[in-house]
């Protein structure tokens, strides 16, 4: 049986009056004076007249300062103007991810100083993302790939000229030491363990429309018996052991270590799994209090908690190959690179 610990973080957000008073002067009878009553008309005449002026002029300043803003449109939105409008805030994710850190750099490199950064989570990006996009709204997010808001929205990475965010990302498999010795069979199944971003990208999807993560993964492994026993190929049964996993509750990762835990649990493993920050994570693994992840970003975004807690633990290599981060916008926002932040 499969238990997993959630975790979560809740967050929360003059009536004006307006007083109009109005009234009207009352003067002497007029109203048998011809003197007065050609005056009266003389008036409405000439006002007449002024509004059909006005009226003329204004609608040519109108049509003037609406070809302006065509033209400021079709110039695109300055980095500038959407700075003001999302005051120049990116919307990022936890604080302990490499990503964070590498846009703290971006902002750096880039001059990018009046911008800033704010720390949530992978689920509250994505939902200041889906807001943003449904009412047509500039945003700036850091983002990777494979994540479902790719193929449910019509994003792009920001260029990076300079490679604050480098070419291109893996994603490791890493174990205690001493896995290997005191848990063969699981061992081997985590080695072997290798897919694409296509395969992870079905989970994902799956979960987005609603389908239980546990479910979602199991409908997979289900489907590709022919993929999932290559990881499992000579590997013997074992009986009802204990495996813990431990992975950063990001789309992706909630989707490997589902899968990789129904794989676990088809040869006999009893697994637990726990969503934990990337630092702790990684504290877990190296010391032993957790047995495996499927979930180390490298060689940039986890890179300082290799450094920190590597030699304590067993790098098994890649499970996905040709993973991306970086700055994303939606399609519709009229900027293509980081410099355009400027």
Not at 44 to 65: I, R, V
Not at 230 to 235: A, L, N
Request: with cysteine; net charge negative.
């Amino acid at each position: 049986m499969k238990r997993k610990h959630t975790f979560g973080l809740a967050a929360g957000l003059s009536l004006g009056l307006l007083v109009t008073a109005c009234g009207a002067d009352e003067g002497n009878n007029t109203e048998n004076d011809p003197a007065a009553n050609n005056t009266e008309n003389t008036e409405e005449n000439n006002t007449e007249a002024d509004t059909e002026e006005n009226t003329g002029n204004n609608t040519a300043e109108e049509n003037n300062a609406a070809e302006e803003n065509t033209e400021d449109d079709a110039g695109g939105e300055a980095g500038g103007n959407i700075g003001e409008e999302i005051e120049y805030t990116i919307t990022g994710i936890d604080a302990g991810a490499g990503i964070m850190s590498a846009s703290d750099e971006a902002l750096e490199v880039y001059g990018l100083d009046d911008w800033s950064i704010t720390a949530s989570s992978d689920s509250a990006m994505t939902q200041e993302l889906a807001t943003a996009i449904e009412n047509e709204e500039p945003i700036v997010v850091t983002g990777w790939t494979p994540h479902w808001k790719f193929s449910e929205y019509d994003l792009k990475f920001l260029d990076d000229p300079e490679t604050v965010y480098g070419e291109a990302e893996d994603i490791h498999t890493f174990v205690r030491d001493g896995l290997s010795d005191e848990m063969p069979e699981a061992y081997e199944v985590l080695d072997n363990f290798e897919w694409s971003e296509e395969d992870m990208g079905e989970i994902m999807s799956s979960i987005q429309e609603g389908t239980d993560e546990s479910e979602a993964a199991r409908t997979w492994v289900d489907e590709n018996e022919d993929l999932v026993s290559e990881w499992t190929d000579g590997v013997e049964e074992v009986d009802g052991e204990e495996i813990s996993l431990v992975f950063v509750a990001w789309d992706s990762e909630i989707a490997s270590t589902n899968m990789i835990a129904h794989v676990l649990e088809d040869i006999g493993y009893e697994v637990t799994m726990d969503p934990l920050e990337a630092n702790f994570m990684f504290q877990a693994v190296a010391t032993g209090e957790a047995d495996a992840m499927v979930a180390a970003w490298l060689p940039l975004t986890h890179e300082h908690l290799v450094e920190d807690y590597g030699d304590d633990m067993e790098d098994l290599g890649a499970n996905l190959e040709g993973a991306r981060t970086g700055l994303v916008v939606p399609e519709y926002v009229d900027i293509d690179s980081i410099e355009d932040l400027q």
